[in-house]
């Protein structure tokens, strides 16, 4: 039992409730701690959690109590999954198990971990198996689905950074040789990630924003060197970047917050960066930088300084207009060609922060996408946290003619550090870095088509 639950603890993870009979409302009946089906049960599922120490939260409290006696009677087949039970007893006088939060549980875990490995390349599948933990939970757990999320994303950030430098800490700046991390859709990807997290989450504090900018600023200058013989503008990138230093700058000097060791070495070559891309010696004035910049980078840094306070995700339910794309068997709306068209729209918001962000945006087949941002007068509460928008949305189009499905959905929009079209360009789907936009709801499709071709 102890082999099973250690090769297959994804299967016992989503397992876990019907493993231990638990159920999320009701207390369930404890069980004999010395009947031997039990015992196999408690076996297979904590030699799971040892390599998913989430599924600790799930645990019911008899199964935290009976831990400790079968790690002190069968300690060659009960792993040791440190689950940090404490007890604290009630003014009834009875003894609870207090269980620290999946978070903690599970930075702590990756923290001593990563301290033990002798290479920062065996670091990475450490990384990646608590990704993996955070976004089971995030679609397991509803009550911590937001915490999880906005952890796995930032795990996902630093990730994508500590393969970025893996190169500048295996191999001298003479004879660089660089991972493929660099294609356009991993900056989309790890661009999409940090503004949602600065954006998209309710509970972050000024030293967890200030992390996120420094990630940005970290890709960028490892972006430039690598492709400092391939940027046909070479001085916008530079120009982006020294951007994104003093905009790091007057964030720690309106915040307080003082940016991280590491950051040091490229906050003191500012001038001699700007000087290299002028005389065309770019390489050389940020390689060495960022050569002990990639040196001093310490991953765990970063995860000690993300706390496990409890993030809300902001997010809006499209009420009005229902989807009738292509398929859905709702007759298309009509239109005359080259003219306008409106409809409705009514959404619920959840947890905005500045409700002044929200927009609609409509995507259309040819890639374009339009824009309205509704009055303030649309925008009704309903309760704490919450609001119904209600507005109407005319679109035109100088290419209708033929029929058509068009995507709805809610955005909220930001400004970004710089103009990112210098590491990704517009896309086709709901998250638009480069026009930023950060997409709030799923997509509603709409089938639309002229009269002359409207069905009888």
């Not at 007893?89 to 009875?94: A, S, Y």
């Not at 660089?178 to 972050?204: D, T």
């Amino acid at each position: 039992m102890k082999s099973l639950g250690d090769h297959h603890h994804s299967l016992a993870f989503a397992l876990v409730k019907d493993l231990l009979n638990s159920h999320p409302y009701f207390v369930s009946q404890e069980p004999d701690a010395d009947d031997p089906a039990y015992i196999g049960i408690l076996i297979l599922v904590f030699a799971a959690a040892k390599k998913s120490p989430v599924m600790v939260e799930f645990f019911p409290q008899h199964t935290l109590r009976h831990y400790p006696y079968l790690r002190d009677s069968i300690p060659d087949l009960v792993s040791d999954i440190q689950i940090g039970v404490r007890a604290r007893m009630c003014p009834d006088g009875e003894t609870s198990v207090v269980v620290p939060s999946p978070v903690d549980c599970v930075v702590d875990r990756v923290v001593r971990i990563i301290g033990k490995q002798r290479t920062r390349a065996s670091c990475v599948p450490v990384l990646q198996s608590a990704i993996r933990d955070f976004e089971q939970v995030a679609t397991s757990s509803q009550s911590v689905a937001s915490t999880a999320s906005a952890v796995s994303m930032h795990l996902r950030c630093l990730l994508f950074l500590f393969q970025a430098f893996e190169p500048w800490q295996t191999v001298s700046s003479e004879g660089l040789t660089f991972l493929s991390v660099f294609s356009s859709a991993s900056l989309n990807e790890f661009l999409r990630h940090s503004y949602s997290l600065q954006y998209l989450f309710c509970g972050l504090s000024d030293r967890e924003r200030l992390h996120l900018k420094e990630y940005r600023i970290l890709l960028h200058a490892a972006y430039i060197l690598q492709n400092s013989h391939a940027i046909a503008e070479k001085s916008r990138h530079v120009l982006g970047l020294l951007s994104r230093l003093q905009s790091l700058e007057r964030f720690c000097e309106e915040t307080g917050c003082t940016s991280s060791p590491h950051m040091k070495h490229l906050l003191l070559a500012k001038e001699s960066i700007y000087t290299g891309a002028g005389s065309g010696n770019l390489l050389q004035s940020l390689c060495r930088p960022l050569e002990q910049t990639a040196k001093d980078f310490d991953v765990k840094h970063y995860l000690l300084g993300f706390s496990s306070s409890t993030f809300r995700r902001q997010s809006a339910d499209i009420v009005l207009p229902r989807d009738s794309g292509h398929g859905s068997g709702s007759k298309p709306k009509q239109f005359v060609s080259a003219l306008a068209i409106s409809f409705d729209v009514e959404a619920i918001l959840h947890g905005i922060d500045d409700l002044e962000s929200v927009c609609v945006q409509v995507l259309f087949p040819d890639g374009t996408r339009q824009v309205f941002r509704p009055k303030s007068s649309n925008i009704k509460q309903l309760a704490e946290s919450k609001h119904r928008l209600r507005s109407t949305v005319v679109l035109s189009h100088s290419q209708w003619s033929e029929a058509c499905d068009i995507e709805i959905s809610l955005a909220r929009s930001f400004t970004p550090d710089v103009d990112e079209t210098l590491l990704v360009k517009s896309s086709s789907d709901s998250n638009c870095i480069s026009k930023g936009l950060l997409s709030l709801s799923d997509s509603t499709s709409i089938s639309i088509q002229p009269k002359d071709r409207l069905y009888r």
